[in-house]
């Protein structure tokens, strides 16, 4: 699907190859390029040349900046002024509050009370003002609405917003015009909105394409949506990959059901082995949600699975989504 062809969809998303270019060059002065790392160790384990967008050394640790700069710096004057409120369980929530503190505005953050130490103290460092809920989707949603409605703040939701969405295409974006002939790219999937940017941002470059969402089985929503064609949203998990504990948005649900080649699904052990073996194949540090973009493809019969091509090496991206992970 080449750029045009993205652009003539109707009444999927209003989300154009123009908007994910505006949202690029919006963003360029305020995030890192992020480098993309290889491993022929990794390699070999898998069967396929693997290229790796590190998002995990972007700023703040994450791809968030990405979505969240897009969407602080697209508010006008008079919305600006009003601050801003989201809800989060860390990486998100840590992006809001910087890019808020970017443009000069508050940001009220509401986080579960079972999120990560570590990302609770980047938001706080960064000038966040958080208030903690239970560890529920609902009360997350409730929370934020409650302070929206005290503050008039405006609301910059995680993942159901165009501009969130549109803002972190450009990471799949790069990730396409650095590395030529991907054959497919991997990306975790939690609430959609990076899964959704990286269908639309890898696609819109090389409509060739193959875009794989990545799962915990402890947190399956976006499978079990895309496999009955209905929204299955979930209200607990207990994933080790704390960033992919949101449901998808009719919005993301929408943009996944016609652009997503698959969801693949991985188990809590396959996630802490594939952080160890970053760890020690690759230096890097990476986060749980991470892992789970490269786990599928370590597995046995991984790379044939996603109906790649046989007579050569497949080429295949894989979004290090973060690296804020506590360590010890």
């Keep these: 699907m080449a750029a045009s062809n993205l652009n003539a969809q109707k009444g999927v998303t209003a989300i154009t190859w123009e908007t994910i270019v505006e949202a690029h060059e919006r963003i360029r002065p305020l995030v890192h390029r992020t480098p993309v790392l290889t491993s022929t160790s990794l390699n070999e384990m898998a069967g396929a040349s693997l290229f790796f967008k590190c998002e995990n050394l972007q700023k703040t640790g994450s791809f968030k900046i990405r979505g969240a700069s897009n969407a602080i710096f697209s508010l006008s004057a008079e919305e600006a002024k009003r601050g801003v409120v989201t809800h989060s369980s860390g990486n998100h929530a840590a992006a809001v509050a910087r890019a808020a503190g970017w443009r000069g505005v508050p940001a009220w953050i509401v986080m579960p009370k079972n999120a990560p130490a570590v990302k609770c103290r980047a938001v706080e460092s960064y000038g966040g003002k958080i208030t903690y809920c239970e560890p529920k989707v609902s009360a997350r949603a409730e929370t934020a609405a409650r302070i929206q409605a005290e503050t008039g703040a405006v609301l910059i939701h995680p993942y159901d917003d165009d501009r969130i969405i549109a803002g972190q295409a450009t990471a799949a974006k790069e990730l396409l015009e ?151």
């Design 178 to 328: 650095e590395v030529a002939e991907l054959d497919a790219v991997l990306a975790p999937v939690s609430g959609g909105g990076l899964l959704s940017g990286t269908c639309l941002g890898a696609k819109g470059v090389r409509g060739t394409v193959r875009v794989f969402g990545c799962e915990p089985e402890r947190a399956d929503d976006a499978y079990r949506s895309l496999k009955t064609g209905v929204l299955q949203p979930q209200e607990t998990t207990d994933t080790i990959a704390d960033g992919l504990r949101a449901s998808l948005a009719p919005r993301t649900f929408a943009i996944l059901r016609k652009y997503a080649d698959g969801i693949l699904l991985v188990s809590e052990e396959e996630i802490r082995a594939t952080l160890r073996l970053v760890w020690q194949r690759m230096k890097i540090v990476i986060e749980p949600s991470s892992a789970v973009a490269l786990a599928p493809l370590l597995r046995e019969g991984g790379v044939a699975a996603l109906g790649l091509p046989h007579d050569r090496m497949a080429r295949v991206g894989v979004i290090l989504s973060g690296g804020n992970v506590e360590m010890g």
